[in-house]
């Protein structure tokens, strides 16, 4: 599948079917390969969560360095 056809800006709401935006991409903690797609709908309060196929050729300065967690 390619990139642009898994990489959407909005997806619909499932509660009130508006748009809901895109508003963080993380890594998967486990699949090196994929990353987390998180969607907000600002109107319900309510958020999606899609694990995609992420892109390791060109990785993200955000996602270069591993941060580490002060516990």
């Avoid at 056809?5 to 890594?27: F, Y």
Wanted: hydrophobic share 35%; glycine share 4%.
């Amino acid at each position: 599948m390619l990139r642009s056809e898994t990489m959407s800006e909005t997806v619909p709401c499932p509660k009130c079917r508006g748009d809901m935006s895109l508003v963080v991409i993380t890594p998967h903690p486990i699949a090196a390969d994929m990353d987390r797609h998180t969607y907000l709908c600002r109107p319900c309060n309510q958020t999606k969560t899609y694990v995609l196929p992420g892109v390791r050729g060109a990785v993200a300065p955000d996602k270069a360095k591993v941060r580490e967690i002060p516990w």
